[in-house]
Nanobody, 119 residues
Framework: QVQLVESGGGLVQAGGSLRLSCAAS????????MGWFRQAPGKEREFVASSSTYYADSVKGRFTISRDNAKNTVYLQMNSLKSEDTAVYYCAARVRPGTYYNPSMWDYWGQGTQVTVSS
C-alpha cells in the first residue's frame, strides 16, 4: 500500500510555471512507477507523464517529471503553461509496467491538486 499526497497547484498566468509535488508513504517508493494524470471539467482523466519518461504529446517539451527516492517524492515541473493545461492534476503509482495511458492500469491515486492557467 502507498498513500499519495499532491501539492503545489494554484493559479498562474499563461506562459508561467508551476511545480507539483507528490509525497508518498511507505518504504518501497523506489520500486513504484510514478505518474501524473489530469482531468479537466467534463473530460476524462488523461495521462500526462510517467517516471519512465513517457509524456503526453500535449506536454512534451514543456513538462518534466522527476523523482527523489530519498524523499519519497515525485515532481512535475510545468513550464510555458497554457489555458488548456487547466485541470485537476493527480499523482499515481503502479507496481508493474504496462499501458501507461490507461488510468485503470494504475494502482494508487492521490486526491488531486487544482491547476488553473489564466489567459
Amino acid at each position: 500500500q502507498v498513500q499519495l499526497v499532491e501539492s503545489g497547484g494554484g493559479l498562474v498566468q499563461a506562459g508561467g510555471s508551476l511545480r507539483l509535488s507528490c509525497a508518498a508513504s511507505g518504504r518501497t517508493f523506489s520500486t513504484y512507477i510514478m505518474g501524473w494524470f489530469r482531468q479537466a471539467p467534463g473530460k476524462e482523466r488523461e495521462f500526462v507523464a510517467s517516471s519512465s519518461t513517457y509524456y503526453a504529446d500535449s506536454v512534451k517539451g514543456r513538462f518534466t517529471i522527476s523523482r527523489d527516492n530519498a524523499k519519497n517524492t515525485v515532481y512535475l515541473q510545468m513550464n510555458s503553461l497554457k489555458s488548456e493545461d487547466t485541470a485537476v492534476y493527480y499523482c499515481a503509482a503502479r507496481v508493474r509496467p504496462g499501458t501507461y495511458y490507461n488510468p485503470s492500469m494504475w494502482d494508487y491515486w492521490g486526491q488531486g491538486t487544482q491547476v488553473t492557467v489564466s489567459s
